[in-house]
């Protein structure tokens, strides 16, 4: 048997009500922060990813511009599930909000299936509940992102593999290849979770030692998985070469990514802009880094040609400098382990100030990792199978360590660590049961210093203070200019320095017609942060509307070197024209 020894919980039927409540629950948290999100400011001012896909779906739901390089360079798979909503409802981001808050709850159901799967039905309905309050994942049902989807792709991926392993039905395979060649067009390092399904069909006959007929039954399950991996991305390989005559299915974004987190200007590998970038925002990273690599050849340079220069340069500076690139490696991976919350488009800080679900909840990362990879120590010790769980927090854990340590990356093994904490729960009830005290003491004394570790760990990585900005231009974008204002003030007044703050508050004196204060603003805001090119835009507009045209034309050129476009050719050229 594949887990003879396995050391389950005594054998249960769930109550249906039980697994309902537990459901409900986890749908009812999501669905009040849903409606929190409908009046938060932090809903209208989404953050770069967020609003590349909303423009992503939006160009899907026209027709139009989908297969353009700009929406080539990130995951296309969730830009067309949002497209897909708004072709049929309406261009209505909080649509997609609530069908997520739904999907998450399917997640909540994944774990307690996977649970049942590995003989722990138990194990699984507390790793449900679990991961019904984890608050960030609920914070990411109300966020245009695709991690609530990669997170639920994950789990179902679980449940798949436990059930297949088991299963005689060879079409399975193609189908859970077809499911996997899905999961690679929503995200491409799950790309792993694919490399790894191949390997799936050989997993139960050598765990219970049947070699008789392995090869030939592991290549046509494989082959199998193989083909439905090929019909699920071929889309992507015609949609790519048809924007830019490009046959892989993957986006165009893994070189640049590599640069950014890997370069020389960039030792600690954090988030990191170029200069050459005048803006976060994806299509701006896109556009920027494609004009920087052909001013550097010297020649033009097609979508495939730009990603592979910017892969070449940082290839190089990683056999330049391994030590740098190990450390860094290092202290990253050392974050997924930190209970500090690292945010990235969204930040649980902010959320929590308007969402009164987030405010109450405790922050998650610091119990998950604790009792979840406690729970994967037990279940190492009892069942092979651990390793299916164990791959999704993997592949979490390396592409933290890889790129960037941020929460989106992490969130994404929170369903298995759910399920694993219940699994460590039922672990110490049971030892608690049959009086094996110093087993049960064990088991918590592990999870102990795992989260004692957690504990340290997230004083070396503070999470960043909270975007006022966000905050503020949210409320400009609701209507609500006084509340902006107000709020504004009071950050300037604490945060003198706060250069996007000013920026605002420039937008908000233009708008009232007092151009003199938003010159003022507008120029302390440059001062601060001379490569804002928005920063410049705006202060040209106020210098034109103060009849100040050398001002406005100065800054107008600034901001066209900055940011060439036809917005900022137009405001030049309406600020060098003849009195």
Wanted: charged content about 15%; proline content about 6%; hydrophobic content about 50%.
């Amino acid at each position: 048997m594949l887990a003879a020894d396995v050391e389950r919980s005594p054998a249960v039927d769930l109550k249906p009500l039980v697994v309902f409540g537990v459901l409900a629950l986890a749908l009812a948290l999501r669905i009040m922060h849903w409606s929190s999100a409908l009046h938060s400011p932090l809903s209208y001012q989404p953050g770069p990813d967020e609003d590349y896909y909303q423009r992503f779906g939006a160009a899907v739901a026209g027709g139009q511009g989908a297969d353009a390089p700009e929406f080539t360079f990130m995951d296309p798979g969730y830009g067309y599930l949002v497209g897909a909503v708004f072709k049929i409802f309406g261009t209505n981001a909080f649509l997609v909000y609530l069908l997520q808050a739904f999907l998450d709850t399917s997640t909540a159901f994944g774990i307690l299936l996977a649970g049942r799967l590995l003989g722990r039905s138990r194990e699984g309905l507390i790793g449900a509940l679990l991961y019904g309050l984890t608050s960030t994942a609920i914070l990411f049902t109300a966020a245009l992102l695709k991690e609530t989807c990669v997170a639920s792709f994950l789990i179902w991926w679980v449940v798949s593999a436990l059930a297949l392993i088991r299963g005689q039905r060879k079409l399975a395979w193609a189908a859970f290849g077809v499911y996997c060649g899905v999961g690679i067009a929503l995200r491409s390092t799950l790309l792993l979770m694919a490399c790894l399904a191949l390997l799936l069909p050989g997993f139960e006959p050598l765990a219970s030692g049947r070699a008789v007929g392995l090869a030939r039954e592991w290549s046509s399950k494989s082959a199998l998985l193989a083909i439905g991996m090929v019909l699920a991305l071929l889309p992507w390989s015609i949609r790519n070469l048809h924007a830019y005559g490009g046959i892989s299915p993957l986006p165009l974004n893994g070189g640049i990514v590599l640069h950014q987190a890997y370069n020389i200007g960039n030792p600690p590998s954090a988030i990191w802009i170029p200069e050459w970038v005048s803006y976060s925002h994806p299509s701006e990273i896109w556009r920027g880094y494609a004009a920087e690599a052909e001013r550097r050849t010297g020649h033009a340079l097609t979508p495939p040609e730009t990603d592979h220069y910017w892969r070449s340069v940082a290839v190089d500076f990683i056999r330049q400098h391994p030590a740098v690139v190990l450390a860094d490696i290092g202290r990253k991976a050392l974050a997924f382990l930190a209970a500090s919350e690292i945010p990235n488009n969204r930040s649980p800080a902010e959320e929590r100030l308007f969402s009164p679900v987030l405010a109450w909840l405790p922050p998650p990362m610091a119990w998950l990792i604790a009792m979840g990879l406690a729970g994967m120590v037990l279940l190492a010790q009892r069942d092979r199978r651990w390793l299916i769980l164990a791959a999704p927090v993997l592949l979490a854990w390396l592409t933290m360590a890889l790129f960037w340590a941020e929460d989106r990356f992490r969130f994404h093994a929170a369903p298995e660590l759910a399920l694993l904490s219940g699994v460590w729960v039922g672990g110490v009830a049971q030892s608690l049961r049959g009086r094996a005290y110093v087993r049960s003491l064990a088991l918590v004394a592990l999870a102990g210093s795992i989260g004692a570790s957690a504990a340290y760990l997230a004083t070396r990585f503070p999470a960043p203070p909270v975007r006022w900005d966000h905050i503020v231009w949210g409320y400009v974008k609701m209507g609500k200019t006084e509340d902006a204002r107000v709020l504004g003030e009071r950050i300037a007044e604490q945060q003198p320095d706060n250069a996007p703050i000013l920026e605002a508050l420039g937008y908000l004196a233009a708008t009232a017609g007092q151009y003199d204060r938003a010159v003022t603003y507008y120029a302390r805001a440059v001062s601060l942060r001379p490569r804002s090119y928005l920063a410049h835009y705006n202060l040209a507009k106020a210098y034109l509307a103060l009849g100040e045209l050398q001002n406005a034309a100065a800054e107008a050129r600034v901001a066209a070197s900055l940011n060439p476009s036809a917005e900022t050719a137009a405001l030049l050229h309406e600020a060098e024209a003849p009195p």
